[in-house]
């Protein structure tokens, strides 16, 4: 059953982990519960690319662009967790 504190076409959750992203400081707040400093650090050496931007952070999970369906259910066991989306 679907949280239905959770809007999955609002901005108040991440329901996908895209192979790259950019989310602003409210969604992180919002969806997360972080700061975009703390995603930067909890991912830092672990994916191929985030960094702070424009009051947001940026995230490469993937860079492969033959990234196979095992690939993208990889990114979302792996990282959904350290990022506190269940």
Request: charged share 25%; net charge negative; aromatic share 6%.
């Amino acid at each position: 059953m679907q949280d239905q504190a959770i809007d999955v076409r609002g901005r108040n959750s991440i329901p996908i982990l895209h192979p790259a992203n950019f989310w602003d400081r409210q969604l992180c707040h919002d969806a997360l519960g972080i700061t975009p400093e703390e995603a930067v650090r909890r991912l830092d050496g672990l994916i191929p690319m985030v960094r702070p931007l424009m009051d947001g952070v940026y995230t490469v999970f993937s860079d492969d662009p033959d990234l196979s369906h095992e690939g993208y259910a990889e990114i979302q066991h792996r990282f959904r967790p350290l990022l506190g989306i269940h």
